[in-house]
């Protein structure tokens, strides 16, 4: 279909080329002519995983050099390319002023919401899971909750929509934000694969009713909840940590908090289509 709005005065934009960006090319390009900001790896490490994962997609936002070869756009992502080892499909613009690099990446990014609710063409989806989705993908040590891309995010909440929309349904209800907590979904989304919708439910009811009064184990951790307010990293490791205890004791019908070994994650993501819901 050809673009019948384009005025009379539009013409073609000069010096545009669609390269296949190979580690070796990328190399070259980085290693002349650099004029760009300092590196941030967890940006590399973003696009390596896309590019890894085949979510990588040569789009209108592309790589750019002024007239004298100067690299003012693209460093990130001619590092994953070397990182990876992969050819990538880019496109390339070879004249650009050299002035404009102070307006490049100036607008608005799309968020993973941005990118979820286009992506599943629903506007229903909220924060809640977007949230669920990145504490899901982040597990027990919780370092990368939100490190996780849009194309990550859009194609996990793709995968395990079902789990995810147990969850929020779960807590959507409760106001209180300090147990409509991200890493608590996020565990019970894992939690999904290994034991019946049911019995979350029932833990998830019970921690957003409960009052915090008591020796109960859900009424500690309804206090720890509510104690552990400032969600750093090591906040959301105890967070996680505690929650995986107080349910796995919940499962038992146990009155105490289990000792169980946290140094991995009891509910791994499956990474098969068959999943067990055996309770654990």
């Not at 050819?87 to 002035?99: D, G």
Request: glycine residues 6%; positive net charge.
């Amino acid at each position: 279909m050809t673009i019948s709005v384009l005025p009379t005065s539009a013409h073609p934009y000069p010096n545009v080329y669609t390269v296949d960006v190979t580690p070796e090319l990328a190399r070259l390009w980085l290693a002349v002519g650099r004029f760009n900001r300092r590196v941030n790896y967890s940006a590399v490490a973003k696009y390596v995983r896309q590019i890894n994962a085949g979510l990588w997609r040569c789009t209108h936002q592309g790589i750019a050099f002024t007239r004298e070869g100067v690299l003012i756009d693209g460093q990130h992502r001619l590092l994953a390319v070397v990182k990876t080892g992969k050819t990538v499909r880019m496109i390339v613009f070879t004249a650009e002023p050299i002035e404009n690099f102070a307006f490049i990446d100036c607008g608005r990014n799309r968020s993973n919401l941005d990118t979820m609710r286009l992506g599943q063409a629903d506007g229903t989806l909220s924060s809640l899971h977007t949230q669920t989705v990145r504490s899901f993908l982040a597990g027990r040590f919780c370092q990368t909750a939100n490190r996780w891309s849009n194309a990550e995010v859009n194609k996990e909440y793709e995968k395990h929509h079902e789990a995810i929309n147990h969850v929020v349904e779960l807590f959507a209800p409760c106001k209180d934000k300090r147990l409509n907590d991200p890493t608590v979904r996020g565990l019970l989304a894992r939690a999904y694969y290994h034991v019946v919708p049911e019995r979350i439910t029932e833990f998830a009811t019970k921690l957003i009713h409960c009052n915090g009064k008591g020796g109960d184990p859900v009424n500690v951790l309804w206090q720890c909840l509510h104690v552990w307010s400032d969600r750093r990293e090591s906040t959301k490791c105890e967070i996680y940590r505690r929650t995986m205890q107080t349910f796995l004791g919940f499962l038992h019908n146990r009155t105490d908090v289990p000792r169980i070994d946290v140094s991995t994650d009891i509910f791994p993501i499956p990474m098969q289509d068959d999943v067990n819901t055996d309770e654990v």
